[in-house]
T-cell receptor, first 114, second 115 residues
Framework: DTGVSQNPRHKITKRGQNVTFRCDPI?????LYWYRQTLGQGPEFLTY????????KSRLLSDRFSAERPKGSFSTLEIQRTEQGDSAMYLC????????????FGPGTRLTVL | AQTVTQSQPEMSVQEAETVTLSCTYDTSESDYYLFWYKQPPSRQMILVIRQEAYKQQNATENRFSVNFQKAAKSFSLKISDSQLGDAAMYFC????????????FGAGTILRVKS
């Protein structure tokens, strides 16, 4: 088991551009989560999937953000018309009900919006 | 609002000694899990320890143990025999069983280990 992986690890973009991040969860984990972390703060929940169904979305997830998990395996997080305030680390985690849904995190994607 | 408070922005400990990181949380629910995560400078979040709220016995994992006081809503982490590799940001978090699976994190405590 290779753990949760995220790509890219770093992304620099100009304001107004669209970006897409990918997360590959631990195999057999049916739940997948996205969090956002700004410097010096704890992660904040964005959204979560059980299999392919998106079950919860935070109010932090504006209309410019969309997440998908089309086949219940990997997930993508897209940010449209990026703003400087979107600069953050985007963390993905996955869990299994067999382990009390303990969440295991990936290394994150650091987004810098110029 | 559901919150987690880590009142110590930064702590230092001498190598081989013991340090305790504090955490308090606020929820009216009775069923939840509590976690400590470690985030080293490489930024990958690593699970340190988990505590089920319905268990009175404090969780332990090798050199890491917790002091869980449910009535006081307190969940501190004790690190014994501190090692240089323990230097990291430590986050306390909880997850409610009844309202989805999201983790609610505190702001973190930076732990520095002196040799």
């Amino acid at each position: 088991d290779t753990g949760v992986s995220q790509n890219p690890r770093h992304k620099i973009t100009k304001r107004g551009q669209n970006v897409t991040f990918r997360c590959d969860p631990i195999s057999e984990h049916n739940r997948l989560y996205w969090y956002r972390q700004t410097l010096g703060q704890g992660p904040e929940f964005l959204t979560y999937f059980q299999n392919e169904a998106q079950l919860e979305k935070s109010r932090l997830l504006s209309d410019r953000f969309s997440a998908e998990r089309p086949k219940g395996s990997f997930s993508t997080l897209e940010i449209q018309r990026t703003e400087q305030g979107d600069s953050a680390m985007y963390l993905c985690a996955s869990s299994s009900s067999l382990e009390a849904d303990t969440q295991y995190f990936g290394p994150g994607t650091r987004l810098t919006v110029l | 609002a559901q919150t987690v408070t880590q009142s110590q922005p930064e702590m230092s400990v001498q190598e081989a000694e013991t340090v305790t990181l504090s955490c308090t949380y606020d929820t009216s629910e009775s069923d939840y899990y509590l976690f400590w995560y470690k985030q080293p400078p490489s930024r990958q979040m690593i699970l340190v320890i988990r505590q089920e709220a319905y268990k009175q016995q404090n969780a332990t994992e090798n050199r890491f143990s917790v002091n869980f006081q449910k009535a006081a809503k307190s969940f501190s982490l004790k690190i014994s025999d501190s090692q240089l590799g323990d230097a990291a940001m430590y986050f306390c978090a909880y997850r409610l069983l009844e309202y989805g699976n999201k983790l609610v994190f505190g702001a973190g405590t930076i732990l520095r280990v002196k040799s």
